[in-house]
């Protein structure tokens, strides 16, 4: 019988939610164990917590995009969302969501309104960079496991689940999303910029001795006891926060797993921030570190 042909009153079969077990069994009768393991299909477990820190600067134009992306995810989620003393107008669309959310919770019986979805919001009152934005958003989560997103739609947030994937089977600790493993699109941009991301990449897997592809992603995904031992000893404020964080992982000896991600990069009339004394930092940072703790 068709949605059609249904009677009125008549509820219709209710559709498993993506990654959850009924969705998984059903997958692993039709198409089997190995094609299920091969195409990356697996169950994410219904009480996981996934924390999704995003560091916002001047993102008015793209934050509402981002934020209806990552609440699309199927997953458990809690969006920790840390302005870094916005300019242009990104503060106030931050105070009307967090008012809204608080309607919201209070109109729904409290917090528990919004399982899947609810927000965290926090303000720095003097900008400091993405690195002390992250640190700040480190420092708020309660998921089980962490993801770093940035607000500007370069990166996608529907391919969480798939990086997700070794360290929900227990192979990994952290897992980097690389945009040039070459499966996933990628828009050509800068060419100067990927040679400098390769150098910088490289000097690090020197240092750290990881076969990294793409040391500077925005995508690092960790284990929660991962968060905790490592988020106290950050120190980088702007974008050394990368190899810094990875030459301590690197440390400390954690299985780092890389996944492939899409990338559609911005230029910079579109708002994209990094520049080449960002590099400068990053290459000092990936020597001071990579020496020592």
Known sequence: MSDRDSKPGESL?????????????????????AACRQLGLYMIPNELLLSVVIPVYNERATLQGLLDRVKQVPIRKEIVLVDDCSQD????????LEDEQREQ????GGSDALPNNRM???YHEKNQGKGAAVRTGFGA?????????DADLEYDPSEYPRLLHPIVEGKADVVFGSRFLGDQPHRVLYFWHYLGNRFLTTMSNCFTNLNLTDMETCYKVCSREVIDEIAPLLKQNRFGFEPEFTSRIARRRYRVFEMSCSYSGRTYEQGKKIGWRDGFSALWCIVRYGLAD
């Open 13 to 33: 079969p209710r559709e498993p939610l993506p990654h959850s077990q009924e969705w998984f069994d059903a997958l692993r009768k039709i198409l089997g164990e």
């Open 89 to 96: 107008g990104t503060r106030d669309l931050l105070k009307r």
């Open 105 to 108: 919770e209070g109109a729904g």
């Open 120 to 122: 965290t919001f926090v």
């Open 141 to 149: 989560v309660q998921g089980d496991f962490i993801i770093i997103q």
